[in-house]
């Protein structure tokens, strides 16, 4: 029987068993990752940015063939084609969109509108007040230990932060692995965390075993958080390849993201008008400057090269500081139950008699 402290308002809204996500990684959390998550009662989250509309489609129909529980899909917020994206949401009946940049205020409006939970990803407190205030129904906040993109404030002060601003369900990121972590983020005023690098290592992601093991080989030092990637601060793991980049010039690298924007283009099935759209939208709504916009498509074609294609060497490996804290490959299924009683061991552990009743 699950703990009651671990039936929470995320778990009420969204449907799911367990006050656990697996985070929407691109070229990782496919339908299978998704599939397995939603199965084993947490929320798993189709990564769409990285795949065409058709694709996305596709994904989510393989999803609800595997399993009749919810899951969502993340959406870019700033995407050309994100309102179109939001009405498959609505007609797959998906119960929960969630969003890595913070979307339209009509795109939010018309997922609410049909019952679906919206959920944007945030990284500092004006922002989690800012999609509040646009209708958002929760919000997942990532702290500077998280992979991929990240900021500066560690989770257990920028946690506490957003918790004391909002009204709506927190859900907690960066540094969270195990039962001892969920019942922290749950005492930190927390409805439940999120975890990437933890679900990317797992037996039914389809990440190549090669990729895995230099993860488990990843010590807590092993990861650095470098804007050489793609013009903007994300953590990584400390490859060879990124202390090259590291150590090279930001032109340098400019011919190789003009490169990866084609590529990406070819992956995704976008047109040139809506890709420079989408540049524009970019360098706005991120405050970016023009060589950063254009190096933003090296991203998702080096985690390509790294998550499909195994290329540890070349590719780009988002990696958050927890990597060096985990050592094996359990099943999504196995990895949840293991959360779910270590916490409800802790928290049993902590609910201690008051003193009067044990004659103190």
């Not at 400057?289 to 991203?299: C, H, K």
Request: glycine share 12%; net charge neutral; charged share 20%.
């Amino acid at each position: 029987m699950t703990h009651p402290r671990l039936r929470t308002r995320f778990t009420e809204l969204t449907g799911v068993r367990y006050p656990i996500v697996q985070t929407g990684m691109g070229w990782v959390s496919g339908p299978e990752l998704t599939a397995a998550t939603a199965a084993a009662g947490g929320l798993g989250i189709i990564a769409s940015a990285t795949l065409s509309a058709d694709d996305m489609l596709a994904a989510i129909r393989t999803v609800k063939e595997r399993t009749d529980a919810p899951f969502g899909v993340n959406i870019r917020g700033d995407a050309p084609d994100a309102m179109d994206r939001a009405r498959t949401l609505i007609r797959e009946g998906v119960r929960v969109a969630s969003f890595a940049l913070a979307p339209k205020a009509d795109v939010i409006g018309v997922l609410k509108d049909a019952g679906v939970v919206v959920i944007p990803s945030i990284g500092a407190r004006r922002h989690a007040e800012k999609v509040q205030a646009m209708g958002a129904d929760a919000v997942l906040v990532q702290g500077g230990e998280g992979g991929g993109h990240t900021g500066q404030v560690a989770t257990s002060l920028l946690l506490p932060q957003v918790v004391d601003a909002v009204d709506i369900p927190v859900i907690a990121a960066g540094g969270f692995f195990d039962g001892r972590g969920l019942v922290a983020a749950l005492a930190y005023g927390a409805e439940g965390i999120a975890m990437g690098t933890r679900f990317l290592l797992t037996s039914d992601s389809t990440v190549p075993a090669q990729v895995k093991q230099a993860y488990l080989d990843s010590g807590v030092d092993g990861t650095v958080v470098t804007d050489a990637i793609d013009g903007v601060p994300q953590r990584v793991l400390r490859t060879p390849m990124v202390e090259q980049l590291t150590a090279g010039r930001r032109l340098s690298r400019l011919p190789a993201s003009v490169r990866s924007a084609v590529a990406l283009k070819r992956e995704t099935g976008g047109s040139w008008p809506a890709i420079v759209r989408e540049g524009l939208a970019m360098r706005r709504n991120r405050e970016l400057s023009w060589d950063q916009v254009l190096m933003a498509a090296n991203t998702p074609m080096m985690i390509r090269t790294g998550m499909v294609e195994g290329r540890v060497d070349v590719g780009s490996l988002a990696s958050g500081q927890v990597a060096g804290l985990i050592d094996d490959l359990p099943s999504c299924a196995e990895l949840i139950d293991r959360i779910v009683g270590q916490a409800a061991e802790v928290l049993t552990g902590l609910t201690v008699p008051a003193p009067e009743a044990a004659g103190v």
